[in-house]
């Protein structure tokens, strides 16, 4: 079933890649250059990456409600449990996942050469995603070299 909704997608994809065309597209010069002269440089210095929630103009009180520390900033290496979902779902048995996932490069060789445990370790290794997004917490699979990642 997933080979076939795949081969839709692609099928889906060519026919519009294909009555794409480029007259349908316009460059206005003039209106680029006007948006690079009147844009600002800035370095890494002078960026503020200690963002809280406050700045962002979020009410403390619905941060506490969410669960959300206001003084927490998210590192820009998180990894998406949504994405990590996905490449499970249609890649799992080439263990695409495990790559985005940061795994070491055997391990995903293994993945590739049993094609994910002859679908079983895939099959349990998105049930753990779909748990993982659920929680909306993967920081156990993240960087994780065992080849069955969901055992401790």
């Not at 795949?6 to 206005?28: D, E, H, I, P, R």
Request: some cysteine; glycine content about 8%.
């Amino acid at each position: 079933m997933k080979q076939l909704f795949c081969l839709l997608l692609v099928c889906l994809f060519a026919t519009t890649a294909t009555y794409a065309s480029v007259s349908q597209f316009k460059v206005n010069d003039a209106q680029i250059d006007q948006l690079m002269n009147n844009s600002q440089e800035l370095n890494a210095a002078q960026v503020d990456f200690n963002v809280t929630g406050n700045d962002l103009g979020l009410n403390p009180n619905m941060t506490k409600v969410a669960g959300l520390n206001p003084n927490m900033t998210k590192v820009a290496g998180d990894k998406n449990p949504v994405v990590a979902f996905i490449l499970a779902w249609f890649l799992g048995s080439l263990g695409i996942h495990r790559f985005y996932l940061g795994t070491k490069t055997l391990t995903g060789i293994g993945y590739i050469l049993t094609c994910g445990g002859f679908g079983i370790v895939a099959l349990v290794d998105w049930v753990m995603l779909l748990i993982g997004l659920i929680d909306d917490d993967i920081s156990k699979y993240i960087d994780n070299p065992k080849f069955f990642m969901w055992l401790d």
